[in-house]
């Protein structure tokens, strides 16, 4: 099947190729400046049919003024530029025929709306929100957000996105979403994945881009879609850069720093940074475990138990690059990308154990936990881009290389004692070496081409293969030496490849346009465990298909539908089966049997005067994989947690966008998102149904003050959650920022507090068959950072955004 596979792509591919010579295509281009003759980015241009005035097609210029519309039927046009800050300006009439290739409008200068400007100041800097056709924009730099949060802390403040402290991410309340950074999977475990955007400072990221319902293009991979982080590049001629820096404190010293450096000409762009981020942090938690025989028994004994985490993050990130633009119509881009890392933890945790029914001590244990983790991330790339003309016809290809290591020396030694005291057992310690080595190979090839009636093909095709390995090593302290723990030590290697094809066909008419994709992916896996000589292996072929259509009613109603099916596939941190525990009693392994969740997914966006925006959505998921918590076979006092395919799951959710203008000084983006998640569960003879409603609001106001001061405010509140056999109860917080622009506007000061009412504590529940757990978290977030910015060099002008073809795995490991 794999072969006929990998022939279909390559003869779709060889066909469409030949295929694209024998177009004709034609097109209509032109620039917008202003009466300074500066050009005005980001308005909206229509293009319009003479004979009736409808409308052909709305676009938006790009940041340098300039617009295109590609391939318009034959016929007769006139163009209108819409701005609330101009006036609007109708072109002359204009013919389209056989024998025109491109239609030039030239340089059309906006006059000032001065009715406008007498009320409004006029900002520059973009909406903190930006709804696009396939995704939803939150634009980071120069907001509130810019400073004083990582990256995982920035994440949590995103409208819509939920994520807990593992790297376990949610869009809209769906578990399963895909992280990449730069348009490129991350390849990491969720607690790897974590550190790293712990150790990514919020200053170094442009913007945020979320895709909740994502076309064949992307890979099928993440069934709440997909989180984009798209880190700052220069934008500027010439020799140019920043560099920033901060200090603050929570329960600990936070301090940071990063330098970001690019040179560009018509032939090079060269481009580099480097950040270093220190934080000192302290999480109190607090957990109670009930212990039953059966889920309608009373519990026979229970465990209370209160930790202090103090871990110390320690990081150094680097990005290198050069893009040589070879012709006008050709470009070659290199690119290097590491990390290094350290976050060694101490952690003191006391447990009492208890008689359910008398409240009795039976013991006490005293443990300390002792972690030294470290890792190494880097990446390679090279990538390739053809223009054959300006009216979309391109070919992207990338070629990456991924190399991630880290290591986790743990430790944890155990004292149990009785309510007076006294020593009852000999004193128990634990040292685990728990290594990871992971590398990841990926090739891929996109190819749009534009055809005539104003139709659209896009095609592509990607490969990746994965290799992840860990030899956990155990001892055990026994008569005064440490021994192996051959039961629970463990070698794995877990091989993956993944031989990917798509095709998106899309098609504009006068006010409506649509997208139909049809997405092949072919899975191989392997699995052995070395330790116990047993091996897995998976091979399938599935089909993702993917349907949008839009129509614009007028410029200021526009509704549009999406549907795609999707997948999530176990992590391969999930797939291990390895044990890596937590405290003394309690551990977490992986489940080698784990099969694919699939969802079908459904969205309907209305879009009221280009601002406003409502969403209905709705999401149906077989086989979904979730966390179980159950009892140790051997040790009634120790509890374990797994992934498993659970059973289904329904989401149904409404939401709403509002960006605002209240008055001259005062802007303001407001979300609202109303859902449900719907679990079905089977268990034993019964199906368990567990469901729970949630609201979760977020805003963020900005305050222009006299002086180049300005003032921000927002916050998030969610009003609980339902995941799974989990019920997560009600958080959120409040943050501002204030900052001004000095030294002629190329340096800010900004002082930012976080969760100014420490409201961000996680209280959450689990249930299962034979425990119950009920825990809280009490994370180190409320903190005042005060950064500083300096920007030089250069003019301004765009440049385009690297990603590459690592674009839907590196989350998984």
Not at 436 to 444: E, G, H, L, Q, T
Not at 485 to 514: P, R, V
Request: charged fraction near 20%.
């Amino acid at each position: 099947m794999f072969h006929y596979f990998r022939y279909f792509i390559s003869l779709f591919l060889v066909s469409t190729l030949l295929f694209a010579h024998a177009q004709q295509s034609t097109k209509v281009i032109g620039q917008i400046i202003d009466q300074n003759t500066e050009a005005v980015p980001y308005v909206q241009v229509s293009l319009h049919h003479v004979h009736d005035g409808t409308v052909a097609k709305v676009i938006v210029a790009d940041s340098t003024g300039n617009f295109m519309f590609p391939n318009p039927s034959f016929g007769n046009y006139y163009v209108r530029i819409n701005s609330m800050t101009y006036q609007d300006i109708f072109s002359p009439h204009f013919r389209l025929n056989e024998f025109i290739n491109e239609y030039n409008l030239g340089k059309i200068i906006l006059q000032q709306n001065n009715a406008y400007l007498a009320e409004v100041v006029i900002n520059k800097r973009k909406q903190f929100i930006e709804q696009q056709q396939d995704k939803t924009v939150f634009n980071i730099e120069n907001s509130a957000l810019a400073d004083g949060n990582n990256g995982l802390e920035l994440l949590a403040k995103i409208p819509g996105i939920a994520v807990d402290d593992h790297g376990t991410f949610s869009i809209k309340g769906k578990s399963g979403a895909s992280i990449m950074i730069n348009g490129k999977l991350t390849y990491l475990s969720a607690d790897q994945l974590a550190n790293l955007l712990r150790s990514t400072s919020s200053a170094d990221i442009n913007k945020i881009e979320v895709m909740s319902n994502p076309n064949a293009k992307q890979d099928a991979a993440g069934t709440s879609g997909i989180i984009n982080i798209v880190l700052k590049k220069g934008l500027k001629q010439g020799f140019n850069g920043a560099i920033s820096g901060n200090i603050g404190a929570g329960r600990g010293l936070h301090l940071g720093g990063s330098v970001n450096l690019n040179f560009r000409t018509e032939k090079i762009n060269a481009f580099g940074s480097y950040n270093q981020y220190f934080q000192n942090l302290r999480y109190y938690n607090s957990l109670t475990r009930y212990f039953h025989k059966d889920s309608q028994a009373q519990p026979k004994t229970f465990s209370q138990q209160e930790n202090k985490i103090q871990p110390k993050l320690r990081s150094n990130n680097f990005r290198v690059g050069m893009d040589f633009y070879l012709s006008p119509k050709q470009t070659l881009g290199f690119l290097v990308n590491g990390g290094l890392g350290k976050y060694p933890k101490h952690e003191p945790t006391t447990t009492q154990f208890r008689n359910f029914e008398t409240k009795d001590l039976i013991w006490l244990a005293s443990t300390i936990t002792a972690g030294k983790e470290r890792w190494e991330d880097m990446l390679y790339n090279i990538n390739y881009n053809l223009k054959f003309n300006e009216s979309g016809h391109e070919l992207k290809i990338d070629f990456d290389l991924i190399d991630h290591y880290s290591k986790m020396d743990q430790t944890l030694t155990t004292q149990h004692s009785n309510e007076n005291q006294n020593n009852i057992r000999p004193l128990s310690s634990r040292i685990g070496d728990i290594p990871s080595d992971n590398k990841v190979y990926v090739a891929k090839i996109d190819y749009s081409l534009p055809l005539a009636e104003q139709f659209k093909l896009e095609t592509g095709w990607k490969t990746s293969h994965i290799r992840t390995e860990n030899d956990l090593q155990y001892d055990t302290l026994q008569n005064g030496n440490y021994v192996p723990d051959l039961s629970t030590s463990n070698h794995f290697i877990y091989k993956e490849t993944i031989q990917a094809g798509y095709i998106n066909l899309s098609k504009t008419w006068n006010k409506i346009s649509t997208q139909v994709g049809l997405r092949a992916e072919y899975t191989s896996t392997n699995g052995n465990q070395i330790t116990i000589d047993e091996q897995f292996s998976k091979d399938y072929l599935k089909l993702f298909p993917s349907a949008f259509i839009s129509y614009s009613l007028n410029t200021n109603h526009k509704l549009q539908l999406g549907y795609s099916y999707r997948v999530e596939r176990p992590s391969f941190w999930d797939l291990n089966p390895f044990r890596v525990y937590t405290d003394p009693f309690s551990y977490s392994e992986g489940n080698a049997t784990l099969d694919p969740a699939y969802e079908h997914a459904f969205e309907m966006n209305y879009t009221l005067v280009n601002k406003y925006m409502f969403t209905l959505n709705y999401a149906n998921r077989s086989d979904v994989v979730n966390e179980i918590i159950g009892i140790d076979p051997t040790n009634a006092h120790i509890t374990y947690e797994k992934p498993e395919n659970i059973g289904s799951f329904r989401n149904y959710g409404i939401s709403f966008i509002a960006p605002m203008q209240i008055v001259s000084w005062w802007t303001a983006t407001y979300f609202a998102n109303f859902y449900q998640n719907a679990y079905e569960i089977p268990q034993e003879n019964q199906l368990i149904k567990r469901a729970g409603n949630t609201l979760t609001l977020n805003t963020q106001n900005n305050f222009k003050l006299p002086k180049d001061w300005s003032l921000e405010l927002g916050g998030n509140y969610m009003s609980g959650l339902t995941v799974g056999l989990s019920k997560i109860k009600s958080y959120g917080l409040v943050y501002t920022g204030i900052q001004k622009n000095i030294l002629n506007k190329k340096a800010t000061v900004k002082l930012v507090v976080n969760d100014i009412f420490r409201t961000n504590n996680r209280r959450f529940e689990t249930v299962s068959n034979t425990v119950r757990l009920i825990g809280r978290s009490n994370p180190d977030s409320r903190t005042a950072i005060l950064s500083f910015n300096y920007r030089f060099g250069g003019s301004d002008n765009s440049i385009k955004q690297r990603s590459t073809g690592s674009e839907e795995i590196k989350n998984r490991l």
